[in-house]
């Protein structure tokens, strides 16, 4: 549903949205957020009584972590709990295609009293940094490709996962990259995926199968980067829904299987004039722009502080291993897909730089918003990026944190980071990193009982 929030009158607003509910004969309304780890919460209502409510969640819901544990932070703020307004964004509303009964989804932005953002929300911090941008009389844009693998369904979690069985009977194998009998395999899972996209406005692109077994890529056609967010938080589950409709999984996991590749979030970005409407990568000439070169040398020089968002789990880690199309260093080129920031090759107007660093399981409002940032911080300080790598970068040395841990502690060190993305949200993130990491430590792993349980 196309409808403009920020103008007219609330009234306005209800009768549109009357009409739409009232149109597609809506029963229930979802009204959800996304959290610090990207997943849905919120309330279902009758579509009668929805836009009756005042809409409230605990503020608590944005110090859990994926594990249900909550995050410790100094003040009392959090042990009284106080109720958050929320406030529908109907230009997010859309049908939801796989329920029995008629039903809509829209995201809902969050406030303290008297209207104050909730900062530290996702969709917030990413409106945060694209403000700096739009204070600056730029706009950029994003274009991502969502990896995610399709594997058996799997009930116990002391079991590894298991490639799927396509329309042939067969287990999926790796080594299929860009296979279309591969592809085909799945097709009444990728034809739900296509039209639950088309039923929720998601401007999924191209599908193409990928190096692990089961693993498939969709590509997003670029625009704006709140917009591409929503789409890629509505999208996994959309994934989901539909690999559950055939009796499979689809996973957005970074690492999900052993020996093969993970999967990503890859992030193009260019950054255009809003007045003029012209690409700031590019000069006049077609040349390269001090921007364009700003812009890379601001994500190798803040990424790897900010690698806890690009890869927010220990299974993350796992992911950045060499030689498995993933990078391991912040280096750029010109078409190297070694590397960690990748420049496509494109005429002027399309000029643009690809951050491969961002796995699948990030939450798309703070990967975006980090690489974002990240840019930005180069174009303001004018800051000039290293050499463009025309070899492996897979040789040179490991640029990135290899553990959670570490990564951590590079973010709660960085005074940029907590001046950009603000202090509350940093110390709130990485304390629920910290108590998923401590959850996590608890666990006895396979790899401790087969190697030390009779040999120490």
Not at 16 to 21: D, G, I, N, P
Not at 54 to 76: A, H, K, M, W
Not at 202 to 229: R, Y
Not at 349 to 359: F, K, T
């Amino acid at each position: 549903m196309s409808t403009d929030s920020s103008s007219g009158a609330r009234t306005e607003l209800q009768i549109q949205t009357e009409s739409w509910l009232a149109e597609h004969r809506i029963d229930e309304v979802e009204a959800v957020i996304p959290d610090m780890a990207g997943v849905p919460r919120g309330k279902f209502f009758p579509a009668r009584k929805f836009l009756r409510h005042n809409l409230r969640l605990p503020e608590s819901v944005f110090l859990q972590g994926i594990t249900g544990d909550y995050g410790e932070v100094p003040g009392d703020l959090y042990d009284i709990d106080p109720d958050l307004h929320l406030e529908p964004d109907y230009n997010t509303l859309r049908i939801v295609p796989w329920t029995n009964e008629p039903t809509a989804s829209v995201i809902v932005d969050c406030y303290r009293r008297d209207r104050v953002p909730l900062n530290h929300a996702p969709r917030q911090v990413l409106k945060r940094i694209l403000k700096l941008y739009e204070d600056k009389g730029w706009k950029p844009v994003i274009a991502p490709e969502v990896e995610f693998y399709l594997v058996k369904q799997n009930t116990d979690p002391d079991y590894p996962l298991e490639a799927p069985v396509g329309r042939a009977g067969r287990k999926e194998t790796a080594g299929r990259m860009y296979s279309i009998e591969s592809v085909n395999e799945f097709d009444p899972i990728i034809e739900d995926i296509y039209d639950y996209c088309d039923a929720m406005e998601i401007d999924a692109d191209s599908l193409s199968h990928e190096d692990g077994a089961g693993q498939l890529e969709v590509n997003f056609l670029h625009g704006d980067p709140l917009d591409i967010a929503d789409q890629v938080f509505l999208f996994k589950r959309v994934a989901r829904e539909a690999a559950f409709k055939h009796g499979i999984y689809a996973t957005f996991m970074a690492k999900p299987m052993e020996g093969q590749p993970g999967s990503a979030l890859h992030l193009h970005q260019s950054v255009v004039d809003v007045k003029s409407g012209e690409n700031l990568f590019s000069q006049p000439d077609g040349a390269i722009s001090p921007l364009f070169r700003a812009f890379i040398a601001g994500l190798q020089k803040y990424v790897p502080d900010a690698l806890i968002l690009f890869g927010p789990y220990v299974n993350s880690y796992r992911r950045f291993t060499r030689y498995l199309a993933a990078p391991i260093n912040v280096q750029w080129g010109y078409d190297n897909r070694t590397v960690g920031l990748r420049v496509p090759h494109s005429d002027a107007a399309n000029r643009r730089v690809e951050n491969r660093i961002p796995g699948a399981d990030v939450n798309p409002y703070l990967a975006i918003a980090a690489s974002l940032a990240c840019g930005y911080m180069g174009m303001i300080e004018g800051l000039e990026p290293s050499e463009p790598l025309s070899g492996s970068a897979y040789k040179l040395e490991q640029g990135l944190a290899r553990d959670m841990f570490a990564a951590l502690d590079l973010m709660e060190a960085s005074d940029p980071l907590h001046e950009i993305f603000g202090r509350e949200f940093v110390q709130l993130y990485c304390a629920i990193k910290r108590v998923e990491h401590e959850t996590y430590f608890q666990v006895i792993s396979p790899w401790e009982r087969e190697h030390l349980l009779l040999n120490v």
